[in-house]
């Protein structure tokens, strides 16, 4: 009984932090990104959804699940969306997520996310946490698990963007 005495504020409070910290969901606006990659690159989700879709990949360096994943979507889809990995500072520091970027084939941009910023805008505390958002700005899929499956998210947001461009073909030529 003491336990339960014990273990139950704890978990009011974690679960009012979560709901106060403003949950993403598929249809909501996404938080505007600024930061920097670790190769000093300036990154701005507003300048990038002009022209693509943006995938979020947050990641653990030391338990990379979900990269090569993510890697084979890269190959896919890097036309119609942009990539970018996120390494929040949990028990890593700049030189950790570096190597790890670079011994892991990671050939988009890389943010370490040192004071945890991006993780708490976009409310991304477990790794791997997928999120994905379409050219206007709302999330069109969000998942804190290894095992969701973006593929059909993907899948139709290029198929959306195809259509886009078809129908606008035709014009250009006449």
Request: glycine share 4%; net charge positive; proline share 5%.
């Amino acid at each position: 009984m003491m336990f339960f005495k014990m273990v139950l504020p704890a978990f009011t409070f974690s679960l009012a932090a979560a709901v106060s910290a403003g949950e993403l969901e598929v249809g909501s606006q996404a938080p505007v990104l600024l930061s920097e990659s670790i190769k000093g690159e300036p990154i701005s989700s507003d300048r990038i959804l002009r022209h693509k879709a943006l995938y979020l990949l947050f990641f653990d360096p030391y338990r990379p699940r979900g990269i090569s994943r993510s890697l084979a979507l890269y190959q896919q889809y890097k036309q119609q969306v942009e990539f970018i990995a996120l390494a929040p500072a949990m028990n890593s520091t700049f030189a950790t997520v570096s190597k790890a970027a670079q011994a892991l084939g990671i050939n988009y941009p890389v943010i370490f996310d040192d004071n945890h910023q991006v993780s708490r805008l976009f409310n991304a505390w477990h790794q791997p946490t997928q999120i994905l958002i379409g050219k206007d700005g709302k999330v069109k899929f969000y998942s804190q698990s290894s095992a969701a499956d973006i593929q059909q998210a993907m899948a139709e947001l290029s198929a959306a963007k195809q259509k886009s461009v078809q129908t606008v073909s035709p014009e250009k030529s006449e």
